[in-house]
C-alpha cells in the first residue's frame, strides 16, 4: 500500500506551505518513462482539440476543498476533466502516476497533478499540504491499482469492480437474468467462476464446466461445440465469435474477438481447443453467435454527375452499433448522458477505434430509414435498455460487501453499453454486447461534450445531456466533504418539516437544535437540543441570540454553520452567525426580506449599479416623494408600544425599529458619506473582499440587466385604517383602479410577516380593505391565535398592488453573490377571494426565454436586498411586462419542493442549505440548465374541501400507501389529528404525480387519480380548472 514515507523525494519537492490551499508549480521531475509517456499523450490531446499545452502553475492560485481526481491516461476521461474544470476551476486533478498519491487513513491525499482550469487551460501543479481526494477514478495503465481500499474516498469505480465487469460471461450472465437480450453464447469455464457461476443456461448464455483432467473430457467438449453451431441460435448467421473472457481477459484490449466461419468447424474447434488447455482457474473459452446488425432500408437513388459516367463508384452498405453512456444520479437512478452510434461498412466487425461516430438519427437517415416516428421509437429502446443495464449493475453490487466492491466508498457511477439492432422477422431488437465504461466515453469524445458552453443543455438530435456526468461526482464530492459537519438550526419548524431531521442524520451531520417547544418530536432526533420557550417573542431576539451562543459556549460545541428553514426564525438565526462570524445573509438583508413591504420598497430605491457604487434615485411618476412623505406620516401618526383598531404596533421593538433602511441611507453608503439614520449599517468597506465580509451588508443592482427597481410592485406597511385612508386619498383617479394613491386598487392585503398565505385577500376598495383589516385585527393577534405563521412579529399589515400574470416559484441557491442552482415551477390560480395555493408543476411550461427572465429576476432581487448567501424561495409572477416580484423568503422553500427538485434534477436543495452555511460551495454542473427527468403534477388537499375523503378514500394511511406503491407521490405538511376546519387555512397535504416523458401526461393521471380518491370536487373545488392553467 502506499504511504508518504514510500514517496520518491522528486514527487514532493521542497516547498514553501501555501496557506489557504494553495497549489504551486514545480520543476518537471519525471520518475519514470510512463509518466513521461502519459504527460506526451496528453498534450496531444489538448493539440488535438485546439487547447493549449499544459504549463506549470502560477505562483498563488487557489483552489476549492473539492477535488475530483482521475489516475491513469487522460484519454478515457477527458470529457470529465474538462468539464469539471469549467465547473470548478482548478479542482479537477489528472495523477499520471501511483506515486502521485498517498494514504492518510483514512483520506486519500494527492502530491502531485495536471489540474483542469477554465476554458480547457491545464496546469502541472504540486500541493504542499497534500490535498485530499473527495472523488476519485482510475483506468488503464493503473486501473488494477487499489488505491481506495483502505480509504473512506468516493469512488466512481475500482479495480475489483473494473474486473467484475470487465468479465464478459458474467456480465451476460448477470443481464440475462434481467431478461436483457446479448448474444447466444456458449462459455467453457474453468472453474470458479465469479459469483459462482454454476453449469447449466441462463437464457441464451449456456455454462459448461471443464474438467480437462478427466477421461474423455475433450471430446465432450467438442460435442458441447458442434452442438451449438447446430442450434437454432445459430440459424441465420453465418459466422461465430471467439473470445475469452475472465482473468488475464478482461477488457477488449486484452481479448480480441475472433470472427469465424460456422460452417467451417474444424477450424472454429481447433482455435478453441488451442486456448482451452492455456486457461487458468476463473477463465473461459466464449463462443457467441455473430448478431448481424440492422440492415439498411430502401433508398431512392440520387441524380449526381456520377450516374453519367463511366467511373460511378459502388456505394457499400452501411451498418452501425450503439453506444450509450450511462451514469448513477445521486439518489441511485440511471440517467442516459450520451448515445452515440459507431458506422461502418456492413462486410466488416465494427469498433470504437476504426468507425465514425455520429447520432442515431443521422445514421438512420443515411441507412435509408426516414421516418422520425422510428427513430425516436428506437432511440427509447436503446435508451431503455442502456438504463436496464445500469440497474442490474446497481442492484448486483447493492449485495457486495465492501471488500468485493474495492473499498466502503466504491460503487460504480458509469457504464458504456455497447449494443446493437437486430431484426428477426419485422421485430426489431436490441442485443448488448458488452459494458466498457472508459472506452465507450473515450471513443464518444467530442469537442461540444468538454464542458465549454455548460449553460447549454442539448438532449435532442445528438442524444446527450449536458450535467449527467458530473452530477454524481460533484453531488458525492460534496456530501463527503460535509461529513461530520456541526450545523446549529433555529426553529424545528412543524410536522412539514420532519424530512429535515432524517436527511442529516442519512448526511452524517450533526445537528444543534433550537425551539420554543421542549417536547418538539425532532428534539429526540437530533445530536443536542436547547428549549427557549419564548422564542416565538420576536421583540427579545437579541437576548436570544445571546442565551443561544452563551449554550454554545457553556456546552463547549462549535458549529461549522447556521441555518434556519422556518419563516419565523430567519432574523434571530442572521443574528446568531453574525455573533459567531458564520457564512450567511447579514442581519439588515434577512429584515429586508422578511418585511414584504420594505422587500418593494428597498427594491423601488435601486436604480444601477456604476460599476463602484450602488446608485439609489427618486421613483418615476413623483412616487417617492409620495412615498417618503406617506412614511413620515406614519411615524408621527402611531402610538409607540399601543393598539390602533385591534393591530398590535411592535414599532420601536419591532424588526422595523431595529433596522429602518430608507433610500437616503443606502445613497449615503454608495457616495461614501456617513449615514446619519440608522445605526445598523455596514461598516465594511465597499470594496473589501466577499470572502472576507461575509455577513456585510451590500445590496447590488447588475451592471447589464434591468435594476431589480423594475420587478417591485407599489406598497405599503399597514398598522392601521388611518394608514390605509392616507395611501387610497394620496392621489387621483386614474384607468384602471379605483382610486390612485401610494397603491392602486384593486390590490392584495396580506400579513406583512405572515406565512403559508394565511390571512391573504384581494380587495377592490378602500372599504374592502378596511373591513379585512378589521377582521384580522380581531382573528388574528398573536402566536397562540395561529402558530407558525409569524404573528410573533406581530400582525401588521401589506397593501400590495394587484398584479396580474402566471404565479411561478423561482427556488435560487446563491454563493457569495454568484447564482449556484435555480429551479422554476408553475403555480395554479388560487382560491378566490383568498390565496390559498390549489395546484402546481414543474418544471415550468413557460417558454425557456421566460424561466431564464424570471431566474435573472429573481437573483437580482435577492442580490439587491443583500442576499449573498443561501437557499432562498423567490415567489415571483410573470406578466405581460416582464416578472414582478411578490416576495422573497428568505429559507429554503417549503412544501413539495425540496423533495420534487430532488426527484427531477438529482439536486438537494436542503443538502445545499446546509452546504452554503458551512462556507462549501454547493456546485452543480449546470446553475440553470440542468435537465430535468420527467414532469411532476401536484395540488393541494384542504380540510375545508376535502374533509370527507380525507376520512374515508383518500385517507392519509392510504395516500401514504399509494405513495409507497408509486401509484402518487404524498408530501405531508400537517398532522392527522389537524383535520379541522377553519376560515384560514394552510394544506393539509399535497398529492402529486411524476410522468418520465409528458408534463400533460403527469396532470391527466393526476386528475384521474384525484377522482377516484374523491379529491375531484367540482364546482368547490375544480381540480379540472385549476390544472387546465397549465395547458
Request: with cysteine; proline share 6%; aromatic share 6%.
Amino acid at each position: 500500500m502506499l504511504s508518504l514515507s514510500s514517496l520518491p523525494s522528486t514527487v514532493v519537492p521542497s516547498l514553501p506551505s501555501s496557506p489557504g490551499g494553495c497549489a504551486t508549480g514545480g520543476p518537471r521531475v519525471w520518475s519514470s518513462s510512463q509518466e513521461v509517456a502519459l504527460f506526451q499523450t496528453l498534450q496531444e490531446a489538448l493539440r488535438e482539440i485546439d487547447l493549449p499545452e499544459t504549463q506549470d502553475l502560477p505562483q498563488g492560485m487557489s483552489h476549492s476543498e473539492l477535488c475530483v481526481c482521475v489516475l491513469g491516461s487522460p484519454l478515457p476521461y477527458l470529457s470529465l476533466l474538462l468539464e469539471v474544470g469549467q465547473r470548478s476551476p482548478g479542482d479537477a486533478l489528472l495523477c499520471l502516476s501511483p506515486s502521485w498519491l498517498s494514504h492518510s487513513s483514512p483520506s486519500l491525499l494527492v502530491h502531485k497533478a495536471v489540474t483542469f482550469d477554465l476554458g480547457g487551460r491545464t496546469f502541472l501543479s504540486n500541493f504542499n499540504p497534500p490535498r485530499r481526494v473527495t472523488y476519485f477514478l482510475s483506468c488503464d495503465p493503473w486501473a488494477e491499482e487499489e488505491v481506495t481500499r483502505e480509504t473512506d474516498c468516493p469512488s466512481g469505480g475500482s479495480g475489483a469492480l473494473g474486473r467484475f465487469w470487465g468479465d464478459v460471461l458474467t456480465t451476460r450472465v448477470l443481464l440475462q437474468k434481467a431478461k436483457i437480450h446479448c448474444p447466444p453464447t456458449l462459455a467453457l469455464l474453468l472453474p470458479p467462476g465469479q459469483m459462482g457461476l454454476e453449469e447449466g443456461r441462463t437464457g441464451g448464455v449456456e455454462v459448461v464446466h471443464l474438467e480437462m483432467g478427466a477421461e474423455g473430457g475433450m471430446n465432450s467438449v467438442r460435442n458441447k461445440v458442434d452442438s451449438f453451431l447446430e442450434s437454432e441460435d445459430m440459424k441465420g448467421s453465418e459466422s461465430v465469435v471467439l473470445r475469452c473472457s475472465g482473468g488475464r481477459f478482461v477488457g477488449e484490449a486484452t481479448s480480441p474477438p475472433v470472427y469465424l466461419s460456422r460452417n467451417n468447424r474444424d477450424e472454429v474447434w481447433a482455435k478453441v481447443g488451442y486456448l482451452l488447455p492455456q486457461l487458468l482457474p476463473g477463465e473461459a473459452v466464449l463462443l457467441e453467435v455473430y448478431c448481424s446488425p440492422l440492415k439498411p432500408g430502401p433508398r431512392v437513388e440520387d441524380r449526381t454527375w456520377e450516374r453519367y459516367t463511366d467511373c460511378r463508384p459502388q456505394v457499400p452498405d452501411l451498418s452501425f452499433r450503439l453506444c450509450a453512456i450511462v451514469s448513477r444520479s445521486p439518489l441511485d437512478l440511471p440517467l442516459l448522458y450520451k448515445l452515440v452510434c459507431r458506422v461502418g461498412v456492413s462486410d466488416a466487425p465494427l469498433s470504437h477505434s476504426h468507425s465514425l461516430s455520429q447520432s442515431l438519427e443521422i445514421t438512420l437517415l443515411e441507412c435509408g430509414f426516414t421516418d422520425p416516428t422510428m427513430a425516436t421509437s428506437l432511440r427509447r429502446l436503446a435508451t431503455d435498455t442502456a438504463l436496464s443495464c445500469l440497474c442490474v449493475v446497481m442492484e448486483t453490487e447493492s449485495s457486495m460487501s465492501a471488500e468485493l466492491r474495492g473499498g466502503a466508498g466504491a460503487q460504480t457511477d458509469m457504464i458504456g453499453v455497447d449494443l446493437l439492432f437486430t431484426m428477426d422477422g419485422y421485430i426489431i431488437s436490441p442485443v448488448v454486447l458488452g459494458l466498457h465504461p472508459s472506452l465507450c466515453l473515450r471513443s464518444s469524445f467530442s469537442d461540444r461534450g468538454m464542458g465549454m458552453e455548460m449553460e447549454g443543455c442539448d438532449s435532442g438530435i445528438e442524444g446527450w445531456s449536458r450535467g449527467t456526468l458530473l452530477l454524481t461526482p460533484l453531488t458525492r464530492s460534496q456530501y463527503y466533504l460535509m461529513q461530520g459537519k456541526t450545523v446549529l438550526v433555529v426553529g424545528a419548524g412543524g410536522h412539514s418539516k420532519k424530512f429535515i431531521w432524517g436527511a442529516a442524520k442519512k448526511y452524517k451531520l450533526k445537528i444543534l437544535l433550537v425551539d420554543c417547544d421542549p417536547a418538539h418530536f425532532a428534539s429526540q432526533l437530533v445530536d443536542h437540543f436547547l428549549p427557549l420557550p419564548d422564542l416565538p417573542d420576536h421583540r427579545r431576539d437579541d437576548q436570544h441570540c445571546s442565551r443561544i451562543c452563551d449554550w454554545l459556549l457553556s456546552s463547549g460545541l462549535r458549529p461549522d454553520g447556521c441555518v434556519c428553514f422556518w419563516d419565523d426564525c430567519v432574523v434571530l438565526t442572521s443574528l446568531v452567525c453574525d455573533r459567531l462570524g458564520l457564512r450567511g445573509p447579514p442581519p439588515e438583508a434577512i429584515r429586508i426580506a422578511k418585511e414584504k413591504s420594505r422587500t418593494h420598497r428597498h427594491l423601488q430605491g435601486l436604480l444601477k449599479s456604476t460599476g463602484t457604487n450602488l446608485i439609489s434615485v427618486e421613483q418615476p411618476s413623483g412616487q417617492a416623494d409620495g412615498l417618503v412623505e406617506f412614511r413620515e406620516g406614519e411615524r408621527r401618526g402611531r402610538q409607540q408600544n399601543g393598539v390602533v383598531n385591534g393591530m398590535v404596533n411592535m414599532e420601536g421593538d419591532s424588526m422595523r425599529a431595529m433596522a429602518d433602511f430608507d433610500r437616503g441611507d443606502l445613497f449615503n453608503e454608495a457616495m461614501g458619506k456617513p449615514d446619519t439614520t440608522t445605526s445598523t449599517s455596514s461598516s465594511a468597506s465597499a470594496s473589501s473582499s466577499f470572502s472576507q465580509s461575509f455577513g456585510t451588508f451590500r445590496p447590488s443592482a447588475p451592471l447589464l440587466s434591468p435594476s431589480p427597481s423594475s420587478y417591485a410592485v407599489p406598497c405599503i406597511h399597514v398598522e392601521s385604517a388611518l394608514d390605509l385612508e392616507k395611501a387610497a386619498s394620496g392621489g387621483v383617479g386614474g384607468l384602471g383602479g379605483a382610486s390612485v394613491g401610494v397603491v392602486r386598487f384593486p390590490a392584495i392585503m396580506k400579513l406583512e410577516y405572515g406565512a403559508g398565505a394565511v390571512g391573504v385577500r384581494k380587495v377592490g376598495s378602500l372599504e374592502e380593505s378596511l373591513a379585512h383589516f378589521e377582521r384580522i385585527g380581531g382573528d388574528l393577534r398573536e402566536e397562540t391565535d395561529y402558530p407558525g405563521i409569524g404573528l410573533g412579529w406581530g400582525n401588521a399589515m401589506t397593501l400590495m398592488e394587484y398584479v396580474g400574470g402566471t404565479e411561478h416559484d423561482v427556488d435560487v441557491v446563491l454563493f457569495e453573490g454568484r447564482l449556484e442552482g435555480a429551479f422554476v415551477s408553475d403555480n395554479g390560480p388560487t382560491r378566490a377571494p383568498a390565496f390559498t395555493e390549489t395546484a402546481s408543476q414543474m418544471p415550468s411550461g413557460l417558454a425557456p426565454e421566460k424561466r431564464a427572465q424570471l431566474i435573472r429576476a429573481a437573483h437580482h432581487a435577492c442580490l439587491g436586498c443583500g442576499l449573498q448567501d443561501g437557499v432562498f424561495n423567490v415567489e415571483m409572477k410573470m406578466t405581460e411586462v416582464g416578472p414582478r416580484l411578490i416576495e422573497i423568503n428568505a429559507r429554503m422553500g417549503g412544501f413539495y419542493l425540496r423533495d420534487w427538485i430532488r426527484q427531477l434534477y438529482g439536486v438537494d436543495i436542503l443538502m445545499a442549505a446546509f452546504m452554503v452555511s458551512c462556507g462549501l460551495r454547493p456546485c452543480l454542473p449546470s446553475a440553470t440548465a440542468l435537465p430535468a427527468r420527467g414532469h411532476f403534477a401536484g395540488v393541494m388537499v384542504v380540510v375545508s374541501q376535502h374533509l370527507q375523503a380525507l376520512r374515508s378514500t383518500a385517507s392519509p394511511e392510504r395516500l401514504r400507501g399509494l405513495h409507497q406503491e408509486g401509484a402518487l407521490w404524498l408530501n405531508e405538511l400537517a398532522e392527522e389529528d389537524e383535520l379541522i376546519s377553519g376560515e384560514y387555512e394552510e394544506p393539509f397535504c399535497n398529492v402529486g404525480v411524476r410522468d418520465a416523458h409528458n408534463a400533460a401526461n403527469a396532470r391527466q393521471r393526476l386528475l384521474a387519480l384525484c377522482q377516484g380518491l374523491g379529491l375531484h370536487c367540482p364546482p368547490r373545488y375544480d381540480l379540472g380548472y385549476f390544472l387546465s392553467h397549465f395547458n
